[in-house]
């Protein structure tokens, strides 16, 4: 899971990506490599200006927690000193 540039949305995994730079909101985006056959894909979830109605900042990969095998929780700050914690459902 990282964040990307809005540029890259829906961009071929065979073409150079448009860098991000941090700061700058971006949409998180994972990538799904198969073990077995080597197949990538990915999945752009959400844009950082707007979860579900709210935006957030200052999001790092050490705020990602992974309970189990299926599922990841993210916790995300809006500002005023607070944060939300987001579920997303792998499966």
């Known amino acids: ?14 073409k150079y990506p448009a860098t991000h ?3 700058q909101g971006g949409f998180l ?12 894909s990915k999945l752009s979830l959400f844009d ?7 935006p957030v900042y200052q ?3 050490g705020r990602i927690m992974q309970p ?10 809006k500002k005023q000193k607070q944060d939300i914690l987001l579920r997303i459902n792998l499966r």
């Open 59 to 61: 999001f790092t990969i």
């Open 29 to 40: 985006t994972a990538y799904k490599i198969n073990d077995a056959s080597g197949d990538v």
């Open 1 to 14: 899971m990282y964040l990307d540039n809005i540029n890259n949305l829906n961009l071929p995994l065979n």
């Open 68 to 77: 189990n095998d299926k599922e990841i929780i993210l916790e995300l700050y």
């Open 21 to 23: 730079a941090s700061g």
């Open 48 to 54: 950082l200006k707007d979860v579900k109605g709210i």
